[in-house]
Nanobody
Framework: VQLQASGGGLVQPGGSLRLSCSAS????????IAWFRQAPGKEREGVSC????????FYADSVKGRFTVSRDNAKNTVYLQMNNLKPEDTAVYYC???????????????????RGQGTQVTVSS
């Protein structure tokens, strides 16, 4: 049972990346999924969350209007499209879920602690 984030890399300011979160060992559509990031020396930050159906999404103020979360339950994958990237977006990004099935995004920053390996995003010229 695991989550795996991929798609990170080095990009110039203003550029774009699309991250993927793939699930194995469980059915992704039974869970709301969140994206977090953590930069060196900083606490982790909840970036975005998407409900089980994909109909409801949440974003941190720092990424609102630039990032878009989506999911393809048939592919057992959640995506994070990141546009107009800034140097302050540099961090390790990872996806996570609650330990309980059928939970909502409510309070996801506190509750979503089942996480996978992250992927490094570096925004630099």
């Amino acid at each position: 049972v695991q989550l795996q984030a991929s798609g990170g890399g080095l990009v110039q300011p203003g550029g774009s990346l699309r991250l993927s979160c793939s699930a194995s060992g469980f059915t992704l559509e039974d869970y709301a999924i969140a994206w977090f990031r953590q930069a060196p020396g900083k606490e982790r930050e909840g970036v975005s969350c998407i409900s089980m159906s994909g109909e409801t999404t949440f974003y941190a103020d720092s990424v609102k209007g630039r990032f878009t979360v989506s999911r393809d339950n048939a592919k057992n994958t959640v995506y994070l499209q990141m546009n107009n990237l800034k140097p302050e977006d540099t961090a390790v990004y990872y996806c996570a879920r609650d330990h309980t099935m059928k939970s909502s995004c409510s309070g996801y920053s506190r509750r979503f602690n089942f996480r996978g390996q992250g992927t490094q995003v570096t925004v630099s010229s």
